[in-house]
């Protein structure tokens, strides 16, 4: 274990959350970044409200869905129905997603950091913000990219054209059959990349390459000072980045735990001294520190 400074930012009193936040930044030699959906709700891709009513009424109406990711996991009716769903959904929070502010200052206040980001999140934000995607580890897929729902092999597709081709010819929540796009190996359905409960997910070369570069800064940086930093994670698969924080904050005591989230979720009973939970809005923090 290396000698480290403590953590000064633990020891002063600082005059607001993104002061403790800048400071503890300043201070780590190295920075584990887990984002969550929280993140891309705090900077307005939220799947609840108008942004989820406007581009789905019809889905609504008949499905009684109360927000986008139940629609998005839900059961249709057959694959028509299934891609005029997720053909719209794709759009919105993919191929035509704009711009979020809270991203573009996250990579700001990392610019010159040595970091890498895990991300539950499989919206297009890491890469409409312009991150270098060699740091950003996308576990849970991507909504821009297909897999065959037998997964039968290991690869992933996208297909843009046709994905607008489905949004624009889709009627009363079908897409014509002829668009429905099939696996070239097995004829399945394609269905988008991501990750079943039961199932699990196809997980191509390119998703096992995101692995390795994040295993590589994992074990480069263990027993630094290292701060690990969740950003709006929340109650849906803490296994892949809440749970491992914690758990490598407990075995590192140069580590740092911050977890940024409005919801008190639970801190090891071990690593209270190592962490600080800010609950400032996600979005007027990152930007305050920019
Ligand atoms: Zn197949």
Not at 222 to 251: C, D, N, S
Not at 260 to 271: E, F, H, L, T, V
Request: charged content about 25%; aromatic content about 12%.
């Amino acid at each position: 274990m290396q000698e480290s400074k403590p953590w000064m930012v633990l020891n002063q009193n600082a005059e607001s959350q993104s002061q403790q936040l800048a400071k503890a930044i300043a201070e780590a030699e190295a920075i584990v970044v887990g984002v969550g959906a929280g993140m891309s709700a705090a900077t307005g891709f939220t799947y609840v409200g108008p942004r989820f009513k406007n581009a789905f009424p019809d889905f609504i109406e008949k499905y009684n869905f109360y927000d986008m990711l139940q629609a998005f996991l839900a059961d249709f009716e057959d694959a028509q129905e299934y891609w005029a769903f997720q053909s719209r959904f794709s759009l919105l929070n993919y191929f035509d997603q704009p711009q979020g502010q809270a991203y573009v200052d996250l990579k700001e206040i990392l610019a010159d950091k040595n970091y890498h980001v895990i991300t539950t999140n499989a919206d297009n934000a890491f890469y409409a913000a312009d991150f270098d995607m060699d740091k950003v580890f996308r576990i849970q897929g991507e909504y821009g990219l297909w897999q065959c729902s037998a997964m039968c092999h290991q690869e992933t597709y996208q297909d843009e054209d046709l994905i607008r081709k489905m949004v624009a010819q889709q009627e009363n929540m079908r897409i014509p059959a002829e668009l429905v796009p099939h696996c070239p190996h097995c004829g399945a359905v394609f269905e988008i990349n991501k990750r079943d409960a039961q199932k699990g997910m196809v997980e191509d070369k390119d998703w096992h390459d995101q692995n390795d570069r994040y295993q590589v800064f994992l074990k480069e940086n263990a027993g630094k000072k290292i701060l690990y930093l969740e950003i709006g994670v929340g109650m849906t698969t803490p296994q892949f980045i809440r749970h491992p924080f914690q758990k490598w904050t407990a075995e590192n005591p140069n580590a740092l735990y911050i977890t940024m989230n409005q919801k008190p979720y639970r801190i090891a009973s071990d690593i209270q001294d190592q962490s600080l939970r800010l609950t400032d809005d996600i979005a007027q923090c990152l930007h305050a520190i920019v």
